[in-house]
């Protein structure tokens, strides 16, 4: 009932604050969740609805005058990518845009992707190289961190607008995974400095080493220190970017790993987390190394201050046995002096045959953050080799005055916190047949 009490008290909120506008430096900007929500699951009808992944991004296409900037893990937009199924259509419409924005309206497309393997082709990129004139560059982190990949999932248009979050160049982050990302629109004094974070993969694939230090141009005012002030009405709000690995990290940049632990060392009330993966080591290294960094942050911050933490894994086919291992440690954890942790398991099921035949599908693939102040939406699972050797971003976001009794309404947080706040309540508490007990798990 307090659940509903609390969406109740949001709704009206939302109605009058979401998507409003503030400004930086003399521009106009606004703010939107988007999300994929897998065919077939279904919400409770007093949920909060928003814009799909699929039309924000098709929005930002047909938004572009002169450029669109991607820098995408994998690209299988097409059916016939990975596998064909009428579900695909949202990506193949995605990538007809793509092709009609560069051939037909003269926009400059410039990629940088991960690089090719055997099970991941990219000839979608190929194919847009071709038809669309579109300039891409391939990404080899083993070469410079020694293992590692280019996980980040970000689109960037006239260095105006852009996307970041944890859906891939994939089809089926349209319409088979369950993906949550924000979408920035008119703020281009925040999306020039993601294109600064564009501008390293761009070098990065052409270069032979990492520049120590970094040149000037790729260095950042805009951090967790001097975090970018936005204007809504008479509030302001703290926004800033992060990254990974440290090493491409040029002068002023916040990592990203310093930026979660923040987040979660300033949490007076509650951390709430929706991840797909959680493994306090470096997994895909062998022998795999402990790596507690944000396991050991959770722990302390329940532990000493009570802060209630409310943590949302994946459970799939592919869910690593470990990771219940180390939930279930976190957990046991609860009811220690001041502790307070839950962990529950988002389990997206196949219902058809056909949903169950589509490869690496079905999954909760959200990677975000909400604290009592902070929201965090980022593009890497929480292990320690996403924040040591993979590339990946995040995008940060609090209010710079909070009321002390919590007054939503006046304060609004960013113009979608409410919603970020209850849509991390839902996801906890209401999915039906979704949520799972560690119990339910264990293997």
Not at 223 to 244: A, E, F, H, R, V
């Amino acid at each position: 009932m307090k659940i509903i009490f609390l969406l109740q008290l949001l709704l009206p909120i939302l109605g009058s604050c979401f998507l409003n506008t503030f400004s930086a430096d003399n521009s106009s900007c606004s703010a939107s969740l988007v999300e994929s929500i897998p065919e077939n699951l279904t919400y409770p009808i007093f949920s909060i609805s928003h814009q799909s992944t699929y039309k924000a991004l098709a929005n930002l296409i047909e938004m572009a005058s002169h450029t669109i900037e991607i820098a995408s893990f994998y690209w299988t937009l097409r059916g016939i990518d990975i596998y064909s199924d009428p579900s695909a259509w949202q990506g193949e419409d995605i990538f007809k845009r793509l092709i009609i924005a560069g051939r037909n309206r003269s926009i400059s497309l410039r990629i940088v992707q991960n690089i090719e393997n055997t099970r991941q082709p990219n000839e979608d990129t190929r194919i847009l190289t071709k038809d669309a004139f579109a300039k891409v560059r391939s990404l080899n982190m083993t070469k410079f961190m020694g293992s590692g990949i280019l996980h980040t999932k970000m689109w960037l248009v006239d260095r105006t607008h852009f996307y970041i979050g944890s859906a891939n160049l994939d089809w089926r982050s349209l319409t088979q995974v369950k993906e949550l990302g924000a979408v920035i629109y008119n703020c281009p004094t925040l999306a020039n400095d993601m294109g600064k974070l564009f501008d390293v993969y761009w070098y990065m694939a052409a270069a032979d080493s990492i520049p120590k230090p970094w040149p000037k141009e790729y260095s950042t005012k805009i951090n967790s220190k001097t975090p970018l002030q936005l204007g809504l009405n008479d509030t302001k709000y703290d926004i800033y970017l992060s990254s990974s690995p440290p090493p491409f990290c040029a002068d002023g940049r916040t990592v990203d790993i310093d930026a979660i632990l923040k987040i979660i060392n300033s949490a007076k009330k509650f951390v709430y987390i929706a991840v797909m993966d959680y493994s306090p080591a470096i997994v895909f290294s062998y022998p795999s190394v402990y790596w507690p960094v944000i396991d050991n942050a959770l722990r302390n911050v329940s532990f000493t201050k009570g802060v209630k933490i409310r943590l949302l894994g994946s459970s799939w086919a592919h869910t690593k046995p470990s990771m219940f291992n180390y939930l279930n440690s976190l957990q046991a954890l609860n009811g220690a002096k001041k502790a307070d942790i839950q962990v529950k398991m988002f389990h997206v099921p196949a219902f058809t045959p056909d949903q169950e035949d589509i490869p690496f599908a079905r999954v909760n693939h959200n990677k975000y953050m909400v604290t009592d102040s902070t929201g965090y939406i980022g593009t890497s699972n929480w292990s320690g080799d996403y924040f040591i050797s993979t590339a990946g971003l995040g995008l940060i976001f609090k209010p710079s005055k909070v009321q002390q009794s919590g007054d939503l309404r006046q304060h609004c947080y960013l113009s979608f916190f409410p919603y970020f706040l209850s849509l991390s309540i839902l996801s906890l508490s209401f999915p039906p047949f979704s949520i799972l007990s560690l119990s339910e798990n264990s293997v």
